[in-house]
């Protein structure tokens, strides 16, 4: 019988410093048949030639699209998808040790949703962030839906219809509050972080205004 795999979807733009290393914390997950699908919005430096340097690992899928925002390019991604499980991350952050033995110490495939803990680091300041209880409307669900700290099923995913494209700020929670509305959510909490998340919020595209007046929440 095959094990489920699990699919990794990176949307990247112009972050050739930092997306081999996003790979790389991929290629450390050795519990779980998976692949790696990357979606390039319509980069304009060299991160065709990063990819590249992986496509030795048949695991490793790379696309291009024109620019059309991390939205679309995550559901492009998602949409390539052979997997029952996704876990999207952004290509300026990182897994931590082998976040897909953890998923099987766990019984992953008993759960619709998979949450653990995030490593942050903004503006050089680290802190651990913790799944947390998101309030009424989302039903009360405890989690946290920022990309690459939650583990989705494949199907729940797509019968939410996936990320909104018109959102170009919030995304990850805008998807989660139609996710939340699901019935009967089976729901999984590894108390470890296996995420680390790094942002400059001078330099965070999703600070510039004209992002955040384009979105609709």
Request: one cysteine or more; aromatic letters at 12%.
């Amino acid at each position: 019988m095959n094990e489920t795999k699990v699919s990794f979807v990176i949307p990247t733009f112009n972050k050739v410093s930092s997306l081999g290393y996003a790979i790389e914390s991929i290629l450390l997950q050795k519990a779980l048949k998976w692949e790696l699908i990357v979606i390039d919005d319509g980069s304009t430096d060299e991160t065709s030639e990063v990819v590249k340097k992986f496509f030795s690992d048949d695991r490793i899928k790379y696309h291009y699209q024109e620019n059309q925002g991390v939205s679309v390019a995550r559901n492009r991604g998602a949409s390539l998808a052979k997997g029952e499980y996704l876990i999207f991350l952004d290509s300026d952050d990182i897994f931590l040790s082998d976040l897909t033995s953890e998923l099987k110490k766990v019984n992953f495939e008993n759960y619709d949703l998979i949450f653990w803990q995030v490593k942050k680091i903004i503006n050089g300041v680290v802190s651990v962030s913790k799944p947390r209880k998101l309030g009424k409307l989302y039903n009360d669900l405890t989690g946290t839906f920022l990309a690459g700290s939650v583990c989705y099923k494949t199907s729940l995913f797509q019968q939410a219809g996936g990320y909104d494209p018109k959102i170009t700020f919030g995304e990850n929670y805008e998807l989660g509050l139609r996710i939340s509305q699901q019935l009967n959510l089976k729901i999984k909490y590894i108390d470890q972080p296996f995420l680390q998340y790094t942002i400059n919020t001078e330099n965070r595209s999703s600070n510039v205004i004209s992002n955040r007046l384009g979105s609709s929440i």
